[in-house]
């Protein structure tokens, strides 16, 4: 990288750079992180952590994927745990005094449970946790079938963890699904959880496109909490055709206490719904909070550099996930190239953290080297120029 040339804003830190600290052989040999995942301890730290994929070679000697690091001075320096875990992608989130990462294990050696699941996953939807802060980690424990999701939105409600994941996004028979964990109940045992009927891909107007695609994607869901009820946001891909940017899937779940009604709704113009986005609700605001990334250069730009565009990471909000207001940039990468990516949220305070997917010297924007963490101070001072100001108007004055 040119080093006159910096992102702007240039101030973050450096959470894991993989790339030089993860031995690998082969040609070419690469590995790529999945979206990390935020929480903040009892005692102020702050725990990261980050799943790993293997593009291309293989790691020297034993090799888990998912990795754990902690920040004692608010997120400027991190520090490597030795704990692992065999996950490939998923979701931290903290309940009580544990904490709990959810999501997918690809072909554990693992003796399977009797809960049945979506058919032709490929791996397996499954749990662990920690009581010492993420010193250390239970084995994973199978609850379901399934194939992916990164760490995205979910919502605890009525004493239940809402979340989803997809099964065959490359094939016409692309599925997804919601899960629901009882947090009354060990969520380590398949028995708190339940998984809804496959809902398949709804097809997309042939209006939204000048040329069809060769094949859709729904992936990377958000479960988000709204005044109509439950919605589960996907973000819409289409491989083969540069026409369809910006625009989600939404999708109803309603939840009867025994069985969870999932269905499709609609289509929805969504800032960097191309490509992964977080959201998260921030109660003091009233507002949701989403990053994600815009398209940042021509068409014939990106086709020239055989590039996607993420290396604009911006800040969204909003008071119904309906409507989105632009609050400004999180960080905006120079190079086609690079990018941020990828998102793990959290709220400390009057600051929204982001620890993001990041491409700084990477193989492309999308095989990146780093996971970087960002603070956004005083984020909601961003919205404030953007909420009305309502007034007691008398109409028959």
Partial sequence: MNENVKPVPDSYSVIYNHHKSIPMEGDNPWIITDAPSLVKLPDGALLCVVPMIIRDGKPKGEFNPLHFFRSDDAGEFWRKLDAESQFGCGCMFAHGDALFFMGIVKNPH????????PASAGGWFCIIRSDDGGESWTEPVQLFEARYNANSSYVKKNGHIYWCFDIGRDTPEAYTFVVAGDLNRDLTEPAAWRVSEPLEFPGVPDSLFVNQPEKYRWLEGNVIDTEEGLRVCWRLYSVGSPDIKNIAVICAMEDSGSTLEYRFLRYQPWPGAHNHFNVIYDNLSGLYWMTSNLIGASPAQLRQAGVGGRRILALHCSSDTVNWLPAGYVIVWPLLRQSSNYCGLLIDGDDLLVAARTSGNGRSHHDND???????????????????????VNMNA
């Avoid at 919205?383 to 007691?392: D, G, S, V």
């Fill in 110 to 117: 693992l003796p399977k449970t009797s809960r049945k699941g």
């Fill in 370 to 392: 780093l996971t970087t963490f960002h603070r956004i101070k005083k984020f909601r001072k961003r919205a404030e120029h953007l909420k009305p100001h309502i007034e007691n």
